[in-house]
């Protein structure tokens, strides 16, 4: 019963981060499309009043003909911008990998397929997805101390109360810390550690 209590709650803080993830990454990608949008409506303006101004002051084909040309070439850079706009970033991760002291890859898991982790040790009670409990700094890792979901073609760590902390190190910058209830994005690259275990994100 009690572990039932505790997967649901897991679930429902991994839902709640997933859900507000998706509502942020739609309001920033509407928002830099909007600015696309208006940048190219103020260039369509821009070379329609020169048209005028052109067709006024020379009275001639050729500026016209010009103009066309110039309407062409924005029309196609325009859904160009906008296409590539709407293409998603999807994650290169793969693999989780342990790390020993020399930084020699000891185990694997596969992401393929997954969309959340629960990262700590197996229980009696319960099991996780990442199992350290038999490694060579398990009792400095708790039973659940940390989650990863995917969502929105991106794959976040957060560390969920762990009695020894979490910390991120993300290419050849330092380690950092990461405090309970922060969700971080990773990337291909990235370590994870769990008080003194490394996890390689591949």
């Known amino acids: 019963m009690i572990r039932r209590i505790k997967e649901y709650f897991i679930l429902k803080k991994i839902e709640k981060h997933a859900n507000e993830n998706i509502i942020k990454s739609k309001k920033l990608k509407k928002t830099k499309k909007l600015k696309k949008i208006k940048i190219i409506d103020i260039v369509y303006m821009l070379v329609g009043l020169s048209v005028i101004y052109l067709n006024i002051l020379y009275k001639n084909i050729m500026a016209l003909g010009v103009t066309i040309v110039g309407y062409i070439l924005l029309i196609v850079i325009s859904k160009l911008i906008l296409k590539k706009s709407n293409k998603k ?37 319960e099991n996780v997805d990442i199992d350290l409990s038999e490694e060579k700094y398990s009792s400095l890792v708790s039973r659940q101390h940390g989650v990863m979901n995917y969502t929105n073609s991106c794959w976040y760590f957060e560390d969920i109360g762990s009695s020894n902390g979490s910390g991120l190190k993300k290419g050849e910058e330092e380690r950092y810390k990461i405090y309970p209830g922060e969700l971080h994005k990773v990337e291909t690259g990235d370590i994870i550690y769990l008080a003194n275990t490394k996890l390689l994100l591949k």
Request: hydrophobic share 30%; no cysteine.
């Open 89 to 125: 970033v999807k994650s290169k991760i793969k693999s989780i990998y342990l790390l020993d002291e020399s930084g020699k890859k000891t185990k694997k898991w596969d992401l393929e397929g997954k969309i959340s982790l629960l990262i700590g040790k197996n229980t009696s009670e």
